[in-house]
């Protein structure tokens, strides 16, 4: 079994590239079923989520070519229209893409429930809604989604739920549905704006992305192209609440910094030092750490994945601090491995108390999911001692060569593997 050992505390200093967004890959790689063409994806995130999502597009017998470590040609022209079974599906959330793709692709897909970071329910009723409104009939049978329609037709659909995965899932399959799209009450995360324009940069025709209405005029087919994946703002806002909760002085290169303005307010509210250049920031984490009150909203509110990471910041603070979870019932799975390590959170409904003033000692935990083990992480780079976290497939899914980029902060960590029955 693999696991992270670090030894603290420590002071991260020096600088960091962050790799492509993990959200937005996910969506652009199933998305490439829609391409009859070669895809060349530049800035791919060699994550296990990538590799996983590359699994099912070659079993779908896909044409793929490593041009080189960070760029990727897709060739979907010869796939076959196939069930994507349950063993590929469950691995990731974002296997529910290829339905969009599929639908788009043949009007006939059936795709496994997708698997996923067990932070809530996550339902799918939202993606439905939006296959349905283009005219698919949708139904589950053993544990797997099947979608079909004679033709897809533009319509006009309003979400009830702001959902990233339906908004992104309805504009794939309505990029080659006959007529206009009109999609309402949509996410605007930057992964939605940059699917968009992976999809536009092969052939679609699609506006308003990033903004609370969706224009999609469908086109009959897609052709080739060359896109670049825009940087991970959550991984960049990882590293921004690592800096700070060290007291470090990090430049966190490759970044859009409109982006991350939610977290640069609110860690600049922390008497966090943050200093905004054009594809590059610089965080400094000196003084005394205010507390705060965050809810996490959709973009361009406070992100949820960037919750577990502020509660270990939160801790460190000087008084009270409190985060209200407004997306994801399941997501403070966190708060009991960082009381191993002497947090003092208390959790009501969805709202977590978080005590200030801790002095973490380090110990055994766990990585509960990808964010709640990016988390954990930073907590055993501000402990004492040694913290040795398990279960790291997760963080792995998410966040491409974590370790060495830490190490290239000064940190001392490391990748261990523990036979088994140890
Ligand atoms: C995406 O999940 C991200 N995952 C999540 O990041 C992120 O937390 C989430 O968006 C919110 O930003 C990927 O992009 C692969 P949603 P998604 O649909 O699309 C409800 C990470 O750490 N909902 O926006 O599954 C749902 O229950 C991961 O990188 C419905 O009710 O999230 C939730 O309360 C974790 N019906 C809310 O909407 C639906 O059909 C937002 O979910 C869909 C969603």
């Given at each position: ?166 908004t992104i899932n309805t504009m794939i399959a309505a990029a080659t549905a006959e007529g206009l799209t009109v999609m309402e ?185 990808l964010r709640a083990g990016a988390a954990m992480i930073i907590a055993g780079l501000v402990a004492s001692g040694t913290t ?35």
């Amino acid at each position: 079994m693999k696991k992270i050992v670090i030894n603290g505390p420590c002071r991260l200093d020096g600088q960091v590239e962050i790799s492509g967004g993990k959200n937005a890959i996910v969506a652009i790689l199933p998305a490439t079923v829609m391409v009859c063409g070669k895809c060349v994806i530049e800035n791919v995130p060699r994550i296990s989520d990538v590799e996983n999502i590359l699994k099912i597009l070659k079993y779908m017998g896909a044409g793929i070519r490593n041009i080189d470590e960070k760029t990727l040609e897709i060739d979907c022209t010869d796939i076959k229209n196939c069930e994507i079974p349950y063993d590929l599906a469950r691995r990731l959330r974002a296997s529910y893409y290829f339905l969009g793709a599929l639908l788009g692709r043949w009007r006939d897909t059936t795709v496994a429930m997708p698997g996923g970071c067990s932070i809530g329910l996550r339902p799918i009723d939202q993606h439905i809604k939006g296959f349905e409104s283009l005219g698919a009939k949708v139904d589950f049978e053993r544990g797997n989604v099947h979608a079909k329609c004679s033709s897809l037709v533009g319509n006009h659909v309003y979400f009830d739920v702001v959902s990233v995965g339906a908004t992104i899932n309805t504009m794939i399959a309505a990029a080659t549905a006959e007529g206009l799209t009109v999609m309402e009450n949509v996410a605007k995360e930057p992964h939605i704006v940059d699917v968009a324009n992976f999809l536009n940069s092969m052939g679609a025709d699609i506006s308003g992305a990033g903004t609370d209405v969706i224009k999609v005029r469908g086109v009959s087919r897609l052709c080739g192209g060359t896109y670049a994946v825009i940087p991970d703002q959550i991984e960049a806002g990882t590293f921004m609440v690592a800096a700070a909760a060290t007291r470090g002085d990090v430049t966190i290169k490759n970044v859009i910094p409109k982006h991350l303005e939610c977290i640069s307010r609110k860690l600049s509210e922390m008497n966090v030092k943050i200093i905004e250049f054009d594809d590059y920031i610089r965080v400094i984490g000196s003084g005394v750490i205010e507390s705060a009150s965050i809810k996490t909203m959709p973009y361009p509110g406070f992100p949820t994945d960037m919750h577990p990471q502020m509660a270990v910041l939160m801790s460190l603070a000087d008084g009270t601090s409190r985060v209200t979870e407004n997306i994801w019932e399941s997501r403070f799975k966190y708060v009991d491995e960082l009381r191993k390590l002497g947090a003092k959170i208390t959790v009501t409904g969805n709202v977590a108390t978080i005590e200030g003033g801790v002095q973490f000692l380090g110990a055994p935990i766990r990585s509960c999911d990808l964010r709640a083990g990016a988390a954990m992480i930073i907590a055993g780079l501000v402990a004492s001692g040694t913290t040795v976290i398990e279960d790291i497939e997760h963080i792995e899914r998410g966040y491409e060569n974590i370790i060495e980029k830490f190490r290239g902060l000064g940190a001392n960590i490391r990748k261990i593997d523990v036979p088994e029955n140890r």
